[in-house]
């Protein structure tokens, strides 16, 4: 509570492991609106989580265990598990964080790191991870799997904003961030396949207009 953060508990140890882990973050889907307030201030906290550059690292800059290759100098090609989980950028812990913030009611914030990962990964940037410092892929793969699949996941889901369900049929809600260029507020999808097996063209231009049109 004093330290206005969640900390892991190791159960079979049962004690609090006391490291500021990306994990915090997912208490903004759960806890109070002062809570909220205080992890609002560690996620803009550059020095914590890298808010002001780079999507958010997998541990805080300030913690104890946090380590890069470039920060230790190791170099950009430097692999390894520690530099992997503790301290990295991870598509996953990303994707994770943008659902608790939309959940919690931050849409805002949500967006703009929703849009921030996806620039970070893009130009075929698909690392299994990349460094907090300079945003240079590193890890098993340029094609990582589960970075490539997140990309796409947090483009069709989490700005143009696209769910489905067998009642609802497609629904399209964009969540794009208020400073969002004005290019970037065009968007067309075509040829889409829907769950069901229908093809749609979808528009969607600024102020909110969003046309499906099956083909």
């Not at 992890?39 to 300030?62: G, R, Y």
């Not at 992997?84 to 990303?94: D, E, L, V």
């Not at 929703?114 to 991870?129: N, P, Q």
């Not at 907090?132 to 699949?149: H, N, Q």
Request: one cysteine or more; charged letters at 25%.
């Amino acid at each position: 509570e004093a330290d206005g953060c969640y900390y892991p508990y190791l159960i079979p140890q049962g004690e609090q492991y006391k490291v500021l882990l990306w994990h915090t973050l997912l208490g903004f889907s759960f806890t109070t609106e002062e809570r909220k307030k205080r992890l609002t201030k560690l996620l803009l906290d550059h020095e914590h989580f890298n808010w002001n550059t780079f999507p958010v690292t997998t541990v805080s800059k300030k913690d104890k265990i946090f380590v890069s290759g470039v920060k230790d100098g190791f170099g950009p090609d430097y692999i390894s598990v520690d530099a992997a989980w503790r301290g990295s950028i991870q598509m996953p812990s990303n994707i994770y964080v943008i659902e608790a913030l939309e959940r919690g009611g931050r849409k805002d914030l949500a967006a703009d790191l929703a849009l921030k990962t996806v620039k970070e990964f893009s130009d075929y940037r698909l690392g299994s991870f990349v460094d907090p410092f300079t945003g240079i892929p590193e890890g098993l793969s340029m094609s990582y799997g589960w970075t490539a699949s997140g990309y796409l996941q947090i483009i069709l889901e989490k700005l143009i904003g696209l769910d489905y369900s067998p009642k609802t049929g497609l629904t399209v809600t964009p969540n794009l961030p208020v400073d969002c260029p004005e290019n970037y507020r065009y968007i067309k999808l075509s040829n889409f396949k829907t769950p069901d097996g229908r093809l749609v063209n979808i528009d969607i231009k600024p102020r909110g207009n969003i046309t499906i049109a099956e083909l």
